[in-house]
């Protein structure tokens, strides 16, 4: 309940407040929040399974936050940065569809 | 993935967890909350972020950026060339003498005669000759030839007896292909005038003219001449 309405309040936030976000960091919002989201179901899956523990949770958003951002700054040092951003998202979106997939199994049994 | 067996279980109590959460905050939710918090924000801010034509290139990369200015400035020196081109024959022809518009204006005519066909042409050029014993060749070779000649560079051409020009047409008959009625038999001579090396080049090349007659069975020669002549033209009509 608390995550959907810190969800909420982050989008309105965003929406009045409207913060200018220093251009070096643009290229890494888009990865962060794929990894972010990675995160989030992996959470939800961990809370399904009751093995939910909120300091991992934090943790794990936190770092892949980070470790995807500077996957991606390591890839634009290296020249490659277009590839590595495909190859992070590509990662992350294969586990966010298995996590995804468990969630169905236990939510639903399907 | 580590599935256990006993999902079914897992699940009933994953149910009335969640129904439990959902009433019963506790404190390291707040935590979580703070996160999704974080996690929302960045949504909008990314999703919300494009707005003006400048922010397509926010996210462009640096070498992509460099592609882009170089063929930025490279067709700024071609339109910078043919401005400054454009700018001289306009002072000449506003400051310069009536005889020099007319010069200028002799000049265009001369050009667009030469292109409408309704007078001869004579300079350096490429005569060409298909042998097609077989009748292999129809009227598209003889299209895709003028074609290739055209694009070679070639101001005039002549096909068999006739000019070709804007509004000239090859059709395919039963005694083969024909120019605009007239049946031009088993061989053809086309004469080009134009950069001689040039269109040989253009002939030449893999894919060309030269080797799709050849591979239709028939013979193709150039020669190339500095002094030729097409003396056929087509009579001036009037503007319709």
New interface residues.
Partial sequence: MIAIIGLLVGVAVGILWHPVVPLWLEPYLPIAIVAALDAVFGGFRALMQRRFDDRIFAVSFLSNVLIASFLVFLGDQLGVGAQMSTGVVVVLAMRIFANAAAIRRLLFRA | ?T??GD??V??E???G??RR???Q?SR???????????????????V??PSGDEDEW??A?T?DLVQVLDDLSARQARLEEESSRLAELRRDLESGSTAEALAEARRQLEALRVMSGTTPVSGAGVQITIDDPEGQIDAAVLINAVQELRDAGAEAIQVGETRVTVDSWFADSEEGVTIEGTSLGRSFDLVAIGEPETISAAMSIPGGLAESVRTRGAEFRTTSDPNLTISVTVPVTAAP
Avoid: C, K, Q, W
């Fill in positions: 993935m599935m256990s999902d079914s897992e699940a109590t994953g149910r967890l969640l959460l959902a009433y905050p390291p939710h707040l935590m979580i909350g703070a996160l999704f918090l974080l996690l929302g924000l960045l949504i909008t801010v990314v919300i972020a926010r996210n990369r070498e």
